[in-house]
């Protein structure tokens, strides 16, 4: 079966500092992988989605990047963090219509 | 342009009683519709889909919907909720594009449930 992971689960940092949050998907190949960031009051918010290697789609102009280096591996970045980047990040995949969830990371900017 | 309303941001229902939360979608080609649960810091997880044939869908922990063409409803029913169902709702519609299934979720409702 199918598995998503999320890491690191909770994030404190400085404004000003930078961010990776990884994502990796186990038991399929070649799926389509999204990013949302849910932050208190705006609901779920398409950050980016990849629908293989190296394919990244943005969703808003914003401070934040993404990559996908290898076929099961979603990773989030930012050079430098800002307050409004606080929020509880989502990465999800999907092999068809239907996407599933990982576990999220809770990152709070200071 | 794909879009979602779900209406009422809480609802609040005693244990045993009817679950009701509404969804109305709005999408220009024929949509699958979703609907995931989300508890406190944790991710979403599916409740049900509808994509295509019965429009009567059931899903996890008793919850059912049904997808109703003519009024672009997707309701979320439970015929007796339980203290386990608090949580947070969330609907969604999707349609197929080039770059890949995008989905378009509501801004979600909280369930309380009173015992």
């Known amino acids: 079966s199918q598995t998503i992971h999320q890491w690191p689960a909770t994030l404190v940092q400085p404004v000003g500092s930078p961010l990776s949050l990884e994502c990796t998907v186990e038991?399929?190949?070649?799926?389509?992988l999204y990013w949302y960031r849910q932050a208190a009051g705006r609901g779920l918010q398409l950050l980016f989605y990849?629908?293989?290697?190296?394919?990244i789609s943005s969703e808003v102009p914003q401070n934040l990047s993404a990559s996908r280096p290898q076929d099961r591996q979603f990773i989030l970045s930012s050079k430098k963090l800002l307050l409004s980047d606080s929020g509880f990040y989502l990465c999800a995949w999907a092999g068809g219509a239907t996407q599933y969830f990982g576990p999220g990371t809770r990152l709070l900017v200071l | 342009a794909q879009s979602v309303t779900q209406l009422g941001s809480h609802v609040s229902v005693s244990e045993g009683a009817l679950v009701l939360l509404r969804c109305n979608y709005s999408?220009?080609?024929?949509?699958?519709l979703f609907w995931y649960v989300q508890y406190p810091n944790q991710g979403l997880q599916l409740l049900l889909k509808y994509t295509t044939g019965a429009t009567l869908v059931k899903g996890i922990n008793g919850f059912e919907a049904e997808f109703k063409k003519s009024e672009t409803s997707f309701h979320l029913t439970k015929p007796s909720a339980h203290m386990s169902d608090a949580a947070e709702y969330f609907c969604?519609?999707?349609?197929?594009?080039?770059?890949?299934?995008?989905?378009?979720f509501g801004a979600g409702t909280i369930l309380r449930v009173k015992s």
């Open positions: 999408s220009s080609v024929p949509p699958y």
């Open positions: 990849s629908v293989g290697i190296g394919q």
């Open positions: 038991g399929t190949s070649n799926p389509n």
């Open positions: 969604a519609v999707s349609g197929a594009s080039e770059y890949g299934n995008k989905l378009v």
